[in-house]
């Protein structure tokens, strides 16, 4: 069935779920490629080929450190942001170091820290308010404590202020991590300003290749972490495993694309986000924002709920419109990030999650309003006609 209907819409599909993933960029894959084919050294082995390997590797590295202005040495490639976020989360578990995060925050944090609560581990989950911030304790805090806490939520696109987060970690003596996978190339991310300790990105929300990703670990903080993957000491010992340089080569390439045009990319999304709301209206549909205003949330990202909209069963018969319900993480599950900003099921019902991206076309946003108001008027008409 699933396969009938990839046939059927080929023709003229449209995506508008760039939160979800981001279709690679020409010159990143360009940059990976002879890493695929000709170049297959080992980045750890003493020859000609290793060290063609290595070179390009700790290039990688360096353009990953520049996007977040880090140091080289304090970059550790992961298979992705979950690894990331889960490394963290298990350190601290070792370590006995209670865990403060939000209700909102990504399945990578949220589920292994509930699987560790319910294991009897201290963890602390903060409320949000309604535009999904949160609600920071101004008692009872553990010093030592560690905070983990995502930059950008992916589905209602709240904006986090790291650097008060940061300033509220030092002043109460906390160890504060930062999921930045949807903020990388949204939002500039200065680690020397936010006085972080780690940070997680992913490749694939920045157009870059899946199943690669970093962990930001400060230099001071690193003396007090342990190996998360035991082999052969690559990544300075604390991730064993043989580096996938293509990969590593295409997050670098992805990370300098993106921040090195991020006022660009800010505008540009900033522009499709206001060209939606804007169509929204024109056509008179009525519709309430989730979350913070445009030009504060996430550039690109709209989360929104249209009176008289059906999401799901609208989802079902576009498929060739790709926007999202919620998180393409939570689209089996329903989601808990609407449930806890206390939306009710009523409006759930008609929420939907917008995301543009460098390759959008207005054209593409024209589409999705005019099918949006199609069904919204026959669910009009249709109610009209009741009365
Ligand atoms: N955190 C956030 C905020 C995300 O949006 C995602 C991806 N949906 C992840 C973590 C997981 O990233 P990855 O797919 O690289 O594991």
Sequence with gaps: MKFHTIQKVLIMNIYLDYNATTPIDRGVLDSMKSYMEGKFGNPSSAHVFGWEAEIALENARQKVAESINAN?????????????NNTVIRWAYEKGIPIITSKI????????????????????LLEVNSEGLPQLPISGLKKGSLLTIMAVNNEVHTVCDLHRMGAFCKKHDLIFHADCSQALGKIEI??????????????????????????????????KFSPYLIGGGQERGLRGGTSP???????????????????????????????????????????????????????????????????????EKHPEIAISQGSACNSKSGSHVLNE??????????????SFGKDTKNSEIDMLVNAIHKQVKSMASFTNYKK
């Design 190 to 223: 200065n680690v020397k300003d936010i006085l972080i300790d780690m940070l997680s990105i992913s490749g694939h929300k920045i157009y870059g290749p899946k199943g690669i990703g970093a962990l930001f670990i400060s230099k001071k903080f690193q003396k």
């Design 245 to 315: 340089v293509f990969l590593c080569v295409g997050l670098g390439s992805a990370c300098s694309l993106v921040t090195g045009n991020l006022k660009e990319y800010q505008e540009l999304y900033t522009h499709f986000s206001h060209y939606f709301i804007h169509s929204l209206s024109e056509k008179k549909i009525s519709y309430e924002l989730i979350g913070q205003p445009i030009g504060v949330r996430q550039p690109g990202g709209v989360s929104l709920c249209i009176t008289g909209l059906n999401a799901r069963e609208w989802c």
């Design 341 to 354: 900003l206390k939306i009710s099921q009523y409006k759930i019902n008609s929420v939907i999650r917008v």
């Design 105 to 124: 925050e990504h399945k990578s944090v949220l589920s292994p820290v509930q699987y560790l609560q319910r294991k009897g581990h201290d963890v602390s």
């Design 72 to 84: 080289p040495d304090e970059i550790f490639f992961t298979s992705g942001a979950t690894e990331a």
